[in-house]
């Protein structure tokens, strides 16, 4: 049974640039949701999504966007990227949202360097 | 505003003693906490989660423990092991509608031989 997976694991962007990371959920999850974790830091959610729909989302921009496909996997898109979008990407899902005892399980990130 | 503290930021113990980690928060209303276990470049893996009627949770040489009149969580490892070595990380989400999780910024254990 495989767990959440992520791809790329690694990239190099440019500034300005736009990217995408793709995020599988673990087998019979159907909530996906993304965070960023900053070199030291803790993550810090993004958004999750639930049924196709982004459902919660936390304290960024509108550049940064996702989606959830059918299958209930998820992309992440982040345009105009920043050097503070340097970071690592982490994508978690679990059955049903963030609610009593539900395990999260937590792929291992996507590691995006922008230059 | 949800916070979530976490102390000591970092800790060196001897392979074979025991620790404790502390968190603080100020998430409400509480649903569920969590500690979980990151090794450095790795996605982060659950050690434990407690819901508000319990107070202790234990999995293998980690315990979990939790007061929810204080909000404050602890987790204590036994017998400390070289694989140890990893950042732990208390997250602590809210009911209510919003399910955002808070996160802390973790304690980073260092275990030596």
């Known amino acids: 049974d495989a767990g959440v997976t992520q791809s790329p694991t690694h990239l190099i962007k440019t500034r300005g640039q736009q990217v995408t990371l793709r995020c599988s959920p673990k087998?019979?999850?159907?909530?996906v949701s993304w965070y960023q974790q900053a070199l030291g830091q803790g993550p810090q959610f993004i958004f999750q999504y639930y049924e196709e729909e982004e459902r919660q989302r936390g304290n960024f921009p509108d550049r940064f966007s996702g989606h959830q496909f059918p299958n209930y996997s998820s992309e992440l898109n982040v345009n105009a990227l920043l050097l503070g979008d340097s970071a690592l990407y982490l994508c978690a899902s679990s059955l049903g949202r963030d609610s009593s005892g539900n395990t999260i399980y937590f792929g291992e990130g996507s590691w995006l360097t922008v230059v | 505003k949800n916070q979530v503290e976490q102390s000591p930021q970092s800790l060196i113990i001897l392979e074979g003693k025991n620790c404790t980690l502390q968190?603080?928060?100020?998430?409400?209303?509480?649903?569920?906490l969590r500690w979980y276990k990151q090794d450095t470049g790795r996605g982060p893996v659950s050690l434990t989660i407690?819901?508000?009627?319990?107070n202790t949770k234990s999995n293998g040489r980690y315990t979990a423990t939790l007061d929810a009149d204080t909000k404050q969580s602890s987790l204590h490892i036994t017998a400390s092991q070289l694989s140890d070595s990893a950042s732990y990380i208390c997250v602590v989400t809210a009911s209510g509608g919003s399910y955002i999780p808070t996160f802390g910024r973790g304690t980073s254990l260092i275990v030596h031989p």
């Open positions: 968190c603080n928060y100020t998430v409400s209303p509480f649903s569920n």
């Open positions: 087998s019979g999850h159907d909530t």
């Open positions: 407690m819901t508000f009627s319990e």
